[in-house]
């Protein structure tokens, strides 16, 4: 079973976040997403709008989600790679190269972004249109 992992903050679920999933999906068997717990989007200066607790329950209703684990922090991805045996790591490629050095451990993948689409976007279009 091939099994892959990918890490986000997946706030305000959209099409974007869904392309790179499935796409992440069909690269394997079996999917692992590292979901930016509450206190660690702070640190990555990210406000949610949806809580860990929901974040997690929209994920999971996903068909190609096998399993949802919190991300705590920059430094558990060596450690998840190991302990989920995991085969592939995907990412979208706004963060290309920050990531390989877990080449030593799996492949590493970048995918294209869906463009135009960004919770940030949302929030934007939400607030001009409340003018
Ligand atoms: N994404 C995408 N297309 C978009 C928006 C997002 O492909 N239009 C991808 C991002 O490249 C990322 C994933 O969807 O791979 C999740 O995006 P975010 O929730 O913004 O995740 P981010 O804040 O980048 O957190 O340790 C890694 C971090 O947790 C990643």
Redesign the pocket.
């Known amino acids: 079973m091939k099994k892959v992992l990918?890490?986000?903050?997946?706030?305000l679920l959209?099409y974007?976040?869904i392309?790179?999933l499935q796409r992440a999906k069909a690269m394997g068997d079996y999917l692992v997403v590292?979901l930016?717990t509450d206190e660690f989007n702070s640190l990555?200066g990210?406000k949610c709008y949806f809580t860990y607790e929901k974040r997690k329950k929209m994920l999971e209703a996903l068909r190609c989600v096998d399993l949802v684990i919190p991300?705590n922090s920059?430094e558990q991805?060596v450690e998840d790679v190991k302990e989920f045996r995991i085969d592939i790591f995907v990412?979208?490629?706004?963060?290309e190269g920050k990531f390989d050095f877990l080449k030593d451990y799996c492949d590493v993948v970048y995918?294209?972004?869906?463009?135009e689409?960004?919770?940030t976007q949302i929030k934007k279009d939400i607030a001009d249109k409340k003018d």
């Open positions: 990918t890490y986000g903050t997946f706030d959209h974007g976040h392309n790179l590292g930016s990555k990210k991300e920059w991805k990412m979208g490629d706004d963060w995918l294209s972004r869906t463009p689409i960004s919770t």
